[in-house]
Every structure is written in C-alpha cells, then in structure tokens.
C-alpha cells in the first residue's frame, strides 16, 4: 500500500463520524449503506502485510470510487437537487444502519420470509386457504379506506390553498405602507404564501387522479379473489361429495358382508340337517348364498372404487390448494404494489411541494434578524426631504392711522408672515439696535422663500393654462420648457423644496403618477399596443407619451419605472443572459449601463444600509425591475425602488452572464493565487478555505502577500479592456460599501462572499456540480476580498485622473482615462464624493505597489 493510498484512507476513516452524522440529520441512507459496506469490506479484505502491485491499485481505484460517490451525493445535497424519488423508494423496513450496528443485525432478506415459505406454512396449516382468502377480502377493504382518507385530505388542502389566496388578496390591500418594519420581509411572505397556495392548486389537480389506480385494482383485485375463491369451492365440494360416496358405499359394503354371513350361515345348517325333503331348501339356501356373496363383492368393488375416487378428489384438492396460494399471493403482491407505486408518487408531490416551506422560513427568519429597531422611521423620515422649518417671532404692533385700514391676506406661510409683518409695522425705539440686527437675516430669507415660492407659482399657472383638456402637454411649447421639465427630475433640491411638476387636468387627474410617469407627456391610447410595464396588451383605458409613444396601462402609472426618452422608445433588448461582449460595446466605456445604473443609485442611497446586498429583495419586484430594464434601458428611473431589489438585480445580472467578467481560462490561476494567499496568512487556511481577514498594513504589510497582489495585478492584465473597467468599477463600489462596514455591516470578506461565485466560475461541464467548485467557494471570495482590500494597489493608473469638464485632452489620452472621468462624473452628480471613503479610495489611486508602500 502506497504512502498516497494510506493517507487518503486514514483521512476519510477521520473523517466518517462526522459524515455520518450528517448524513444521519439528512436521511441519506442508500449513501450511509454504501460507505458503511465499502469501509467493511475494504478494511477486512485488503492484506496490508503483502506488497502487491494490484491490489494496491484496487485499493487506491476503491478509495477514489467512494471518493466521487460522496461528492456528487454531498453536492446535490448542497445544491438542493437531491431527488425526492431516491428518498421514498426505500423499503420502510430497509432503515439505515451505522457502521457499528451493520454486521449485529441480519440482512433485510434474511428476516423476511420468502414466498415459497409463506406458501407451505399455509399449505400444512388447517384452514391456510381460508386465512389467505380473509387476508385478501380485509386489503379490499383496506384500500377502499385508504381512498377516502386520500380524498378528503385533498379536499382538506384545497379549501387551505383557497383560504391562503383570500388571506393574500385582502392582505395585499391593506399592507402597502412601505416604510412600515418588516414590510419586506410579510410582502415577501405574502408573495410565498401565493406560491404555496398556486402549488397546492397544481399538486391538487395532479393528485385528484390519484385513486383512481387504487380504485382499479381494488375491483381487479376483488374480481380476483372471488374467482379464486369460487374454485377452491368448488374443489372443496368435490372432495366433499367424493367422501360421502365413499361412506355410503362403505356402509352398503358393510350391508352386504353381512347378508352374506347370515345367507352363508343358514345353507351350512340347512346342509347338515340333510333328508330328501330338504334338498329343495338346501339348493335355495345355496342360491341364496350365492346371491349374498355376488352382492357383497359387488359392494366390495363399489367401496374400493369410491376409496380411490377421494384419494385422487385430496390429491386434486391439494394440488389446487398449492395454485390457490399462489394465486392469492401473486394477487396480494399485486395489490402491494399499486399502494406501493400510489403511496410513492402521493408523497413525493407533497414533499415537492412542501420542500421549499424550511427554506423560505430560515430565509425570512435570517432576514427578520438583521432589522435595527426605529430603521424604517428613520428612513421615512429620511424620505420626507422637507425644508426646514422657519422660527416664529411675536413682535408688538403699535397703533398707527394706517392700521385700520383692511390688512392685506396673508398667506399661510409662517416665513411669509414674517416677511410681511416685519415689512409694515416699524421698528420702535425699544426694538431698534440688537433687536433689527438679530432679525435682519431672517427678514431676508423669509423674502427669498416667499419670492421663490411666488415664482413656483406664477410658473405652475402658467403651465397649466397651457394644458389641454386631455391632460397634455400642447405639442409646441417652447423647448426651454420641454429641457426644464425633463431635468427637474433630476436636479437637487432647492432649499429642501421639490421642483413643481405638473399636475394632470384631464383623463389620468386622479391617477397617481409615478416619478419616471410623472416625465411624460400622457394621452389617451390611440392603438393598441403593449404595455412597458406589466409586458401585457393594453386595448382600453391606456395611456401614451407623445414624444416617446411609451404606452401603459391607467393602473400601471403608479408603478411605471420608465423615464421619457423624448425621442421613440426603442423595441425591447434581451440583456439578462447576453453575452458580455455584446452589452459591454453599446457603451463608450466598456461597462455595461445596468451595472452604472444599479450601482450609482446604490452609492447614493444605500452605502450605510444594513446587509446591503446580503439581504434579498422581494422576488415580484426584482422581476419587474428587470423587465424595466429591458424595455427602457439606460431610462429606467430607481429612486422608488428598494436598494435590496436594486442590488438583487445586479447580482442577478452578473450570475447569468454565459461567461463571467472574470473568464473561464483565468479560473485555475486565480484558485492557485487564492489558496497560495490563505497559505501565506496561516498554515490550515488553505486546507480549510478559511483564513484571518486580509488587512492593508501598508509598509508593514507580509512581502509575500504583496507579491501575491502583485501576480493578481499582472494576472488582470490578460482581461479585455471592458472587462477590467468593469471590474475596477464594481471593486471601487464595493471598497466604499466596506469602508462604511460600521454601519452596513459589510467586510470585504462578507463582500467576497457575496460577489465570489458571481464574478467568477468554473467552465460548465454538464454534469452535476461537483464538491471541488462547492470547495472553491472561499476561494472564490477570498479573491474578490483582495481586490476590495488592495485595490489602490491593483487597479492603481501612472497618470492622473482627467478631470470631468477637461477639454484639452487629447483623442488617446481620452480613450485611456475614460473610464475613470465618467465614474468621477457620475459620483459627483450623485453626491458620492461626500461618503467618508470615497474621498480616500480616490486619493489613493495612482500609485503603484511599491511606489504606495515606499
């Protein structure tokens, strides 16, 4: 035995308790059978004293047998593809066995008996037949009451399944406030009780024809056994009727033996009286005799006759006894089997059914426990963006002539209150000196609100005077208007003011526009068409953009997530599962709009958000968010959606890419550059997949881990140019997600986690996913966890960074720092310079490895 050999065995002999135990909490029997048998059979059956080349390839070709049958096994269990079929087809009375208790027990066949056994037990038994006909009748009815219990447990989850849909169409209703605690977490609960509720109605339908197998055969079955039945009858009547010929044939032979006597008798004594008058009743006596034997013989023969007419009538009947049984058996067996195959497909659809319930209760438990207390108040708070309020005075008014003339309305404004009584009463004598100079800046800016309030006015009127009938905009208003109109949506707000928008008058009045609704220019549907929003057909009650000829549905407004484009809305672009390559080279940068779009509104509302991107969003949502993406692209308006749907979407996006940014030739040197880093950091760590957080120590950061970022570093440069930008975008996104860890709760590690199967992957082979890629996960994280941790040394540039309004640089230099200026450009509109991090990951950047730790 090779040294190899002895080191693989020992470590799964190690390792065994506690795949047992495992495997126990799972109820993986076939597995624990095969493990068991194998370890039995491999440590009593190789001789470890003799030094065979042979045997120590089949002892080393077993040890990689039970290698891979434990991870295929193990991965689906992981992956959640563990077929439900392989679980029910086990015999109740086949129930695992652990290594110590495997050889103390007799096998399964052993204890049961066989069926030519069960036959000769029934066979000598008085009244074996009829047993086994009893047996049969009580299955009949055993399955007619195993069809009704079957029949009302289903009418039992049908009117369940429609209790969960009236509990979610009222509660749908009534839980619509979003900044309410836990609103995620019941509308996602909601939306599974929906799920379970539309499974229970399909697995109703299925299971409805359910019986009607069990029906059959019990008719077969009790067809069956009256047939049986009738012939082993009428076997037994024949039997019968031969034992009562034989008894009167027995008692007629009696009969005759004793007339013989007597006649035979009575011609000896008539012989010895002799004489001449008695020769006449001598030869009558002799006749008589006569007569007596032939009749007995006849008797004799008839009885003999009747006495092998019934051994060949019990021979028959046991011969039909042996058929009987064996018909009996194969019917019962029969019988077995439908409930059997019945009892397996019933359970298995409700284990599929049923399955998913854990998992969706851990999820909203796990989800339920990262929730602060006061975290959705604070966030509507947040939400409200109203100005500040004012500070009241009460001033004395003394009397004068011009006071009792009618004082002009004031306005309900307070700060126009104060403009106003400030602007006519006088100061006196008291109140000059500190008293005017104190109020002197709130005088003017309750003027400047009040002439800015009076300049949103005067402009809504005069919009609105130009409004048509229909609730439109006229097609020639000035353009001035029309630009105005699309960047108040996206201009800041003025002294914590929103920008006034324009207020329907005509059919969509009384519906509540979205914000991206808001944007467009709305009238009736003049077509049909279909509907951007929901992807369904709209024929009556639509609306339409007149620049853009978006068209919705009434009811889709409030959620409509599409900006107006002012020119036509283009056909809808299949993203989700594209090629790389293909999204990538629509943009000027090489990175995709989705990943800019979901990012840039991620960094302006959510850096500080508890378990962003950890916690899933509502899964409705997300998939109407993607849908919005594809019918609007670079237009789809998201300060209305939640940051966990916005981050679900993204992590969804990089997951169905066919190959991932990062590609499948780079995965192997990758893996390397992982293991050799958790090697560096503790001996166990690249045996585990586990290691100590990566920290930047600059100077005092381990060479050898910095020689390690730097072959990462060189390893990057293979990636296409739109590759890198995108990586550099989404490591410098989630390096500022992870400077603010205090708050959201987000290391690099939990980051890597996160984001490591999502950027790269192994090349697909086809088959199950093997327990080596599941392994691969911490190696996978611990990649994108150097990348956020070193990125300034990683993604580091030899010049510096353009700025966003430079129009001196030249065509090359452009081309090379493009990437860079538009996320500079973008972070600023968004505010994101002003995070904590941000600023410091900028300054960063532009310095090398060695030339950072220098």
Sequence with gaps: MTLNGKYMFA?????????????????????????????????????????????????????????????????????????????????????????????????????????????????????????????????????????????????????????????????????????????SIYSLALEQDLEQSSGMHQAHHVLCVHPQPLLLRKQEHEKKRKEIKEQWLKAKRKLMECE???????????????EYDKARTAANRAEEEGGSSTTKTVDKKKRLEEEARNKAEEAEATYRTCIADAITQHQELEHMKVTVLRQIQEVIKQSDQTIRSATISYYQIMHMQTVALPVHYQTLCESSKLYDP?????????DLQMSEEPETHYEFEAYSASSSQPAVRARADSANADAQSSAEAPPTAGETGDTSTSHKDEHKR???????????????????????????????????????????????????????????????????????????????????????E????????????????????????????????HKKLQGRLQLFGQDFSQVSGNSPDG???????????????????????????????????????????????????????????????????????????????????????????????????????????????????????????????ELPRPNTATLRYIARHLRRIAELEDDNKMSPSNLGIVFGPSLMRPRPTGATVSLSSLVDYPYQARIVETLIVFYPAIFHSDSSRPACASSARTQSLQQESSIDGEEHCLNDEQGVADEPGAAESDKLEGHGITDFYS
């Design 11 to 183: 470590g799964i002999m190690m390792e065994y308790p506690v795949i047992k135990e495992k495997l126990k909490s799972h109820h993986m029997t076939p597995l624990s059978n095969l493990l068991t048998t194998f370890f039995l059979s491999l440590t009593s059956g190789y001789h470890y004293e003799v030094c065979n080349e042979a045997d120590k390839k089949d002892f080393e070709k077993a040890i990689e047998t039970i290698a891979v049958a434990f991870s295929s096994n193990v991965s689906e269990l992981l992956m959640g593809e563990v077929d439900s079929s392989t679980l029910l087809s086990v015999l109740p009375s086949e129930k695992s066995r652990s290594m110590e208790n495997l050889s103390g027990h007799e096998s399964f066949h052993t204890r049961t008996r066989s069926a030519e056994e069960v036959d000769i037990i029934l066979q000598r038994s008085e009244g074996g037949v009829d047993s086994a006909l009893t047996y049969a009748k009580t299955i009949s009815k055993y399955i007619k009451d195993l069809i009704g219990y079957v029949e009302k447990k289903l009418a039992l989850e049908l009117e369940f399944s429609k209790g969960l849909q009236r509990i979610y169409q009222s509660c749908k209703q009534t839980i619509t406030q979003p900044h309410m605690p836990f609103f």
């Design 244 to 258: 009562a010929n034989l008894r009167r044939a027995k008692q007629v032979y009696m009969t005759r033996c004793e």
């Design 374 to 382: 006061g975290q959705q108040y604070a966030m509507h708070v947040k």
């Design 446 to 532: 309750g003027m400047c609100n009040d002439l800015f309030l009076l300049l949103i006015i005067k402009c809504d009127i005069s919009k609105m005077a130009r409004t048509s009938s229909t609730g439109t905009m006229s097609s020639n208003e000035d353009a001035d208007e029309k630009d105005s109109n699309v960047t108040s949506f996206e201009t800041p707000n003025i002294n914590g003011i929103e920008p006034e928008i324009v207020v329907p008058t005509g059919p969509f009045r009384n519906v509540g526009l979205s914000k991206a609704a808001q944007t467009h220019k709305l009238r009736k549907l003049r077509s049909p068409s279909k509907c951007r």
């Design 534 to 565: 929901c992807d369904s057909y709209v024929y009556f009650q639509g609306a339409e953009c007149e620049e853009c000829f978006l068209a919705c549905h009434k009811r889709c407004l409030e959620t409509l997530a599409i900006q107006c484009g």
């Design 591 to 717: 990175i995709p709009f989705i990943i800019k779009k979901c990012i840039g509104e991620i960094e302006r509302r959510a850096l500080r958000m508890k378990g962003i991107y950890r916690v899933n969003g509502v899964k409705t949502r997300v998939e109407k968010l993607c849908q919005a993406f594809e019918n609007g692209k670079e237009l789809v308006e998201l300060s209305q959606s939640s940051p966990h749907d916005i981050s679900n979407v993204l992590k969804l996006y990089l997951r169905q890419l066919p190959e991932p940014i990062m590609p499948f030739r780079l995965y192997n040197s990758l893996m390397g550059l992982a293991k050799e880093s958790l090697a560096v950091m503790g001996p166990e760590g690249a045996e585990t997949g586990k290691g100590p957080d990566l920290v930047d120590l600059g100077p005092e950061t381990d060479p050898e881990l910095l020689a390690l970022v730097d072959r990462l570093k060189n390893l990057l440069k």
